[in-house]
């Protein structure tokens, strides 16, 4: 990085995406954030990048996040939410939860924190959906974590990130990262 100092990177994507506004406040990113599914158990990863679309049949196991940068004492919360539930013409169901780990290690991934929400695979089935993560930095460790979702996945609808990470402390998040998703058909299932 040149220059030195703090990295920061761009939220123009977000912004272009509709996460700040829909999901989150603006925020300036100031960590790293890597995100890749495992296709299917084969060797094949596929990396997210902001926009890009993957599809519903490659993403059934929870993927891999990587918080890069920071060291082991600071610890993080990912949020992986849907805003474009049932449909991305009227979202009333706005958000719907996919997955939340909390305590997650600085230069570590998602395997090390605390699964507070189990990882709920996308299943879009009106339009294009955007998945998004969200990594919020923690002030300490072991949090408690105000859910009120419990364990009922009708409970994960109407989630509100926003909400969520006031009621926690958390602040504006560190990093985040979409991708697209929609509906598959059997020619597209390949």
């Known amino acids: 990085m040149a220059g030195g100092g703090k990295m920061k990177m761009s939220t ?9 506004g829909d999901v989150v ?15 299917n158990n084969s060797a094949a990863i596929k990396h997210v990048y902001n926009g890009h679309e993957l599809f519903p049949s490659k993403l059934t196991s929870k993927p891999r996040v990587e918080v890069l940068g920071e ?3 600071s610890f993080f919360t990912l ?5 474009d539930v049932p449909g991305p013409s009227d979202p009333y169901l706005r958000e719907h939860l996919h997955w939340i780990v909390t305590d997650i290690p600085g230069s570590t991934d998602s395997t090390f924190g605390k699964e507070v929400v189990s990882y709920e695979m996308p299943r879009p089935k009106i339009g294009i959906h955007r998945f998004v993560f969200v990594l919020f930095k923690q002030k300490k460790r ?11 996945n009708n409970n994960r609808d109407k989630f509100n990130t926003r909400n969520f990470a006031a009621e926690n402390e958390l602040g504006l998040p560190v990093a985040a990262l979409f991708f697209n998703c929609q509906r598959e058909t059997a020619a597209r299932r390949r």
């Open 142 to 152: 072991q949090q408690e974590v105000a859910l009120v979702i419990g364990n009922n």
């Open 12 to 20: 123009e994507p977000l912004t272009i995406g509709r996460v700040i």
């Open 25 to 39: 406040d603006n925020f300036s990113t100031s960590m790293k954030m890597s995100v890749t599914y495992n296709m």
């Open 71 to 73: 060291d082991m004492r």
């Open 79 to 83: 949020i992986m939410t849907d805003p």
